[in-house]
């Protein structure tokens, strides 16, 4: 949070920032990590504010995080949250991105298509991460259209972290 102007937190990690909102997350996965309620008085972090949701009947709809009910689950960023990242990314000089935003898996992968193609549009230096990303970038034909792309996602924010990793230390101690 030192370092970045904005954060941007989507995919199945926004569940649990809705639950330290007090929202319920219908039927979503959530995790038990750490808290999230000093993140979300911060201005510069971004969750989605609407989503796309499935029901248990298999019915598809977008709703604020406000409205979801107790068979939904939360698929995808939707319209609303796609303006307000088209805007950040347009004035962005720096964008790290690191997993998808929607269970592309599952066919949800109209959002991170448009938010790849908005920032292949932006002037930004780009660096993307996570094998799931990479994927879906490489089905897409996108790859060479970052500045990096790497298939570590966890272990890409690590270095960027940490300066090292645990290989990196092992290999230069040899």
């Known amino acids: 949070m030192n370092i970045y102007d904005c954060v941007?937190?989507?995919?199945?990690?926004?569940?649990?920032?809705?639950?330290?909102k007090g929202f319920s997350v219908g039927a979503s996965p959530v995790s038990n990590a750490a808290h999230f309620e000093h993140l979300l008085e911060n201005e510069h972090v971004y969750?989605?504010?609407?989503?796309?949701?499935?029901?248990?009947g298999g019915n598809v709809r977008v709703v604020h995080p406000d409205e979801l009910k107790a068979d939904?689950?939360?698929?995808?960023?939707?319209?609303?949250?796609?303006?307000?990242?088209?805007?950040?990314?347009?004035?962005a000089k720096f964008i790290l991105w690191n997993g998808p935003i929607g269970d592309y898996q599952?066919?949800?992968?109209?959002?991170?298509?448009?938010?790849?193609n908005m920032i292949i549009e932006s002037n930004a230096h780009s660096i993307i991460g996570g094998g799931d990303t990479a994927s879906l970038l490489y089905s897409l034909g996108y790859e060479s259209s970052f500045s990096f792309l790497s298939t570590g996602g966890g272990a890409m924010l690590e270095l960027l972290l940490k300066g090292t990793l645990p290989g990196i230390e092992a290999l230069s101690r040899r």
Do not use: H, M, W
């Not at 941007?8 to 330290?20: C, H, T």
């Not at 969750?47 to 248990?56: E, F, Y």
């Open 72 to 91: 939904d689950v939360i698929n995808d960023c939707g319209p609303e949250t796609l303006v307000k990242l088209e805007e950040l990314i347009k004035r």
């Open 47 to 56: 969750i989605p504010q609407d989503v796309t949701v499935v029901d248990s």
């Open 8 to 20: 941007f937190v989507g995919g199945a990690l926004a569940n649990d920032f809705y639950k330290a």
């Open 106 to 116: 599952l066919g949800f992968q109209e959002s991170s298509e448009k938010i790849a």
